[in-house]
T-cell receptor, first 111, second 111 residues
């Protein structure tokens, strides 16, 4: 089954404790991206990657890092999480077709 | 500067009637537009798209209209069904680059 998976689905952590949210897709897509969704603010792009070893900032990259060492994986790294990074995070991928496929989301709470 | 705007946060319609969701954009370089639907606790899923070379695209009960001169697109759902109740996001893209999303419109279809 074609899908985008994210782990963990739920995470509660404390300020300053480094964390990684994993994202994996099994569709051999070149393009992958991360979004955060906050009430009233829609989906805002954090980082995206056009292919392996090619990443670029989206609209809200501050406080986040990403890497793309393999085509299927695109982890999101929060080196020192802060409460304003409490949000719902979505990973997505896109291949030859024009639409993105989204993961189920990761709800992160930083206290 | 929000490049993609959905000015109606919510819309309520009766089952069987038409739902019209609107989206405005400011960047004239956008050449591909998409609508996604999102249920609670799930990631967004692709619904329908339209290229800037067209003014209409139809898929079953869903039709997207594009008015380039007005920088406006709309999604029509006819007839509306209770299962269509969800958050609808409009998105726009230039070439193979990143997508920009609107804030979403919550559609409620009443039986």
């Amino acid at each position: 089954e074609a899908q985008v998976t994210q782990n963990p689905r739920y995470l509660i952590t404390v300020t300053g404790k480094k964390l990684t949210v994993t994202c994996s897709q099994n569709m051999n897509h070149e393009y992958m991206s991360w979004y955060r969704q906050d009430p009233g603010l829609g989906l805002r792009q954090i980082y995206y990657s056009m292919n392996v070893e090619v990443t670029d900032k989206g609209d809200v990259p501050e406080g986040y890092k990403v890497s793309r060492k393999e085509k299927r994986n695109f982890p999101l790294i929060l080196e020192s999480p802060s409460p304003n990074q409490t949000s719902l995070y979505f990973c997505a991928s896109r291949g030859g077709s024009r639409e993105q496929y989204f993961g189920p989301g990761t709800r992160l709470t930083v206290t | 500067d929000q490049q993609v705007k959905q000015n109606s946060p919510s819309l309520s319609v009766q089952e069987g009637r038409i739902s019209i969701l609107n989206c405005d954009y400011t960047n004239s370089m956008f050449d591909y537009f998409l609508w996604y639907k999102k249920y609670p606790a799930e990631g967004p899923t692709f619904l329908i798209s339209i290229s800037s070379i067209k003014d209409k695209n139809e898929d079953g009960r869903f039709t997207v209209f594009l008015n380039k001169s007005a920088k406006h697109l709309s999604l029509h759902i006819v007839p509306s069904q209770p299962g269509d109740s969800a958050v609808y996001f409009c998105a726009a893209r230039q070439g193979a680059g990143k997508s920009t999303f609107g804030d979403g419109t919550t559609l409620t279809v009443k039986p």
